[in-house]
Structures are given as structure tokens and as C-alpha cells.
């Protein structure tokens, strides 16, 4: 099964940078172009560069779930449950669906801001509660998961709340960090692999991870070809698109693999990324709610907290490389305390 792994995940980056050769002309002739921010100086030179550009790895992975349910059926006799794999993988579609919404928005209208931020958070609430409401109804679900290796824990139906929020946490995560070129895809690509790891380990006991590790391995490996065309200087933006897609789908292997905490761990970088976001704004309010000359004060040079590393003199390389650092590191140290 290790084998498989390998040979789909190279069949996914393979696919990935030559379906770019197809996909970005597509997206320049369609006036797919980001409209860039007015506060961000130093990344002028990159309106018009297309966006949308996460149809590169969504589209090759979803060819790859056909082929594996297909291998999945002819090779198990259908022993094997692919209702955890598919829900995963249609969760992280439904939200790669809003965020092409916003993409389309944004292209429609020649503006950064496409669709209102509360409009994309009902959508992705109904998603991840549908995602979690199936799994419960279906018993690929409990209320249980593990807080740290052999210790679980048992929040009862509040679990299900939970489970949802963590959904859109890492929707809104992977997508605040998409900002500069390369980043937020080599860290989801490192979080990726870290859940093949994951449930490669563990599918022994839940026999239904075994597909869900193999699919993981394909859309990994797309990310990594996606990222020929993405890191610096970036020829295509993965867009809302593309990081809605991937949070769906790591929020969606968080709860189907039973160890939301685990992916919490090796997901820093995305976390601490909405976090920064969250405490800026929330710091900015109330101090100028406080101030006499209702004037906020700021907790970073700006938000999310890569820009701030930018507007201190690094470069989008050095950022990427930092963030992809601490990822691995903590991949690391994931596979470490669970040896």
C-alpha cells in the first residue's frame, strides 16, 4: 500500500504541472486576472496575474477518486467503505465551488473583494454541517477523538459543533495565508503528506483510511505540481478557489481520521496566520473604541502576519521557506510521539 502511495502521489504532481500548461491559458483568455489590494505596495506588479489557478490540483485529484473507487471495488470486492473518502473529497469541492464564487465575483466586478464575508461563511457552515451530519447519521462518526496519542476524549454531542467550526477554521486558515507566492500551498502540501501518515498508520484499525490515504497522496502530490506554477515569481494564484478546496479537505481528513488535535498541531502556520487576522482587528475596535482620539492601536505592522514579515524586509521566498519549516518540523514531531 506504501507503493501506491508513492506512485499516485507522483501521478498527481505529474498531471498537476502539465494540466497548468492547459489550465492558465484558459484562465488568461477567460480575464481570470487578481485584482490586487491597494495596501499591499509590493504587489502591484502582480495584478492581473490569473487566479482561480487551484482547478490545476482539484481537477487531477478528482480524476484520481474515480480511478480509486473504481480500483477500490474491483481490488476489495467492496470491503473496503469509501463513504468517509468521497464525503471528504466532495466537502473540499463544495468549498473550492464557493470559493470560485468569490474568484468569479471578484472577476466580475474588477475588485479584491468578491463575495461579502458573511455570505461565505453561511455557505461554508451549510457545507461543513452537511459534511458532519452525514458521517454522524452514517456511524462513520462518534464523539469521541484522540487529544494526544491514547488519551481520547468524549464531548458528547457538542463534538458535532465543534467538528463544524474546525471545518471552516481551516477553510478560512488555509485561505488567509494564501498571500504570497508559494505559500500557503507548500505548507498544505507538507500538512498533506503528514495525513497519508497519518492514516496509512492507523488504517489497520479503521480500514476505510486506507482509500482516504491513497486519494490524500494523489491531491499532496497535486499541491507539489500546482507549485511549479506558484512559488515566486508566481505565473498563477491558486485564488479562493484552490485554498477553500484545500481547507476543506484538510478540515475534512481532520475529522473523518478522529484527531482534529494532531492536525491542529502541524496546521501553525495557517492557524497563527487567522489568528494574527483575528487579534488585529479585534485590538485595532477596541482600543479606538477606548481612545479619546479614537484613534486603534495595532498588534502587527499588518495582518495576516506574513505581510508583517514582508513589510519588514523578507522576501516572499524567505517567508515560504520559514512557514514550510515550521510545518515540517511539526509533521515531525506529529510522527514522533505517534511512533
Known sequence: MTLQTIIIFALGVISAALFGFAVRPMLIRWKFGQPISEYIEEHKAKNGTPTAGGLIFIIPSFAMLIF???YALIKWSGSVDLLPMNAVALLALCNGAIGFLDDYSKKHRHENEGLK?????ILQFAVAAAFVAVMAATGRMTTSFEIVPGVTGDFGFF????AVILIVLF???VNLTDG?????GSSAAFVLAFSVYMMISVWFVLPSLRVSALWASCLCGSVVGFLFW???PAKLFMGDTGSL???GAIGGLAISSGRPVMFLIVSFVFIADFASSILQISIFKITKHLSKKKEGWRLFKTAPVHHTFQRSGWSETKISLLFSTVTILLCLFGIVIYL
Open 245 to 247: 478546496f484545500l481547507g
Open 117 to 121: 464575508p458573511y455570505q461565505k461563511l
Open 180 to 184: 504570497l507566492d508559494g505559500l500557503a
Open 171 to 173: 477553510c478560512n486558515a
Open 230 to 232: 506558484n512559488v515566486y
Open 159 to 162: 463534538y458535532y459543533i465543534i
Open 68 to 70: 480509486i473507487n473504481c
